[in-house]
């Protein structure tokens, strides 16, 4: 079990890139190093958009498209999980909490930072697609100013060719 004395970090996950390397760059810069016994309990937590949000669309016909958009909507839940699961795994990071919160990203990260009590919120920067990002601004910076306590954007370094 995960003790309670240590403080939370809670780790915003999606399907892009970003994401992905932000929870691969904060496991091997805040727990790889200190084996079973580092300074974090980790909280990763999914958005999952609601499927009217996601497609955008009211009037006559989106009530026959909605059901398949959540059905859709639940499968790349599962793989986000999934995958930051075995990324902990193959780092050797076991006790991790999984939420999946439906709604806004920017709204469900600020809330898990409230509902976990978190010390450090980490996002991965751009994580959001640019339609997303477009419509609802960057849930980065949202995190920065809204969110109650220390904020790490991970950014993924421009490779040089």
């Known amino acids: 079990m995960a003790s309670t004395d240590k403080q939370v970090m809670v780790v915003g996950i999606d399907d892009s890139e970003h994401s992905t390397y932000a929870l691969e760059w904060t496991l091997d810069h805040f727990f790889t190093p200190y084996a079973s016994n580092h300074p974090f309990n980790l909280v990763l937590v999914h958005s999952k958009p609601t499927p009217s949000s996601a497609v955008g669309l009211a009037g006559p016909g989106a ?28 780092k050797s990071v076991i006790n991790v909490i999984v939420d999946v919160v439906e709604g806004d990203a920017r709204n469900v990260l600020c809330e898990a930072v409230e509902k976990h009590h978190a010390s450090i919120l980490v996002v991965g920067s751009h994580g959001y697609g640019a339609i997303k990002r477009a419509v609802l601004g960057s849930v980065s910076d949202y995190c ?14 421009k490779h040089k060719h």
Request: aromatic share 2%.
């Open 63 to 90: 009530a026959e498209v909605l059901p398949f958009v959540e059905a859709d909507l639940k499968k790349i839940a599962s793989r986000v999980i999934e995958k930051a699961k075995e990324i902990c795994t193959s």
């Open 144 to 157: 920065a100013h809204h969110a109650h306590c220390t904020v790490m954007i991970v950014k993924k370094p």
